[in-house]
DNA sequence: CACGTATTTTAGTTTGATCTAAATTACGTC
DNA sequence: GACGTAATTTAGATCAAACTAAAATACGTG
């Protein structure tokens, strides 16, 4: 239970990978087909962070890799981040948090037209 | 329960007050004493991000605001910060986690020399 | 081992969080 | 009301988190 822990679920983009990996499993692949607004880099390494703060472990699986969230690692907020999430008004909110927080450099649009 | 409090904990200066906070009420003025290493103005917008979050409430008293944490708001995060709290290891790791993970400016060093 | 797919890592960019300094507001006392 | 102290707010600066694109790595298969 250490400050790397509640710094890691500091950050929205991580919670929703949580809750992607909350009732199942999912390969690297998988979490980001749910993220569409963001790179497959940026999943990776939003999932090296969780993995530092012990919150998930992967393991491979053929060329795969599998991530499966810790909840024992959680303690109480295990609890507390699922009554979020059962909020009916959550999916609402989630939209409106990940707009008004994300970083970085927007999305940038396919440069169409010039051909190189 | 929502995500403002997570977030609101997610950052370590804002742990640090709380932690101020933990036993006593405060005026903002003793919180700042307390931390001489940010500005008065740096404590009173995290106080404000504090109490926007419903962690900590004040009322004035005479020409001074006294700050007081709402450990109730916190649910069950409380526990595990008074855990962390008490690990023997943890003012070490304050420490460095100070050190390391703070933001804005550096303190400006005063301009000797040159009297404007 | 060349090739294709899955993932991680690196290098560089952007932006919001955090900060400082200064201006402003709030309160009490004379 | 003028003055002094306490606190907040504003405007501007800096930094690191979070991102992208591309390069590198890992793994399986023909």
Redesign the pocket.
């Known amino acids: 239970m250490d400050a790397a822990l509640i710094s890691a679920i500091g950050?929205p983009?991580r919670r929703e990978i949580l809750r992607l990996l909350w009732e199942q499993e999912l390969?690297?692949?998988a979490i980001h087909q749910a993220m569409p607004?963001?790179?497959?880099?940026?999943v990776?390494?939003?999932?090296?962070?969780l993995a530092g703060a012990g919150l998930v472990e992967?393991r491979?699986d053929?060329?795969?890799?599998v991530y499966k969230v810790r909840r024992d690692a959680l303690g109480p907020v295990a609890a507390m981040l699922e009554e979020m999430w059962t909020d009916a008004l959550w999916h609402l909110k989630l939209k409106a948090e990940l707009k008004e927080?994300?970083?970085?450099?927007?999305?940038?649009r396919q440069s169409k037209g010039k051909k190189r």
């Open positions: 950050s983009r390969t690297a692949g607004d963001v790179t497959f880099g940026a990776s390494l939003q999932l090296k962070v992967s491979p053929a060329q795969f890799r927080s994300r970083r970085g450099p927007r999305p940038r």
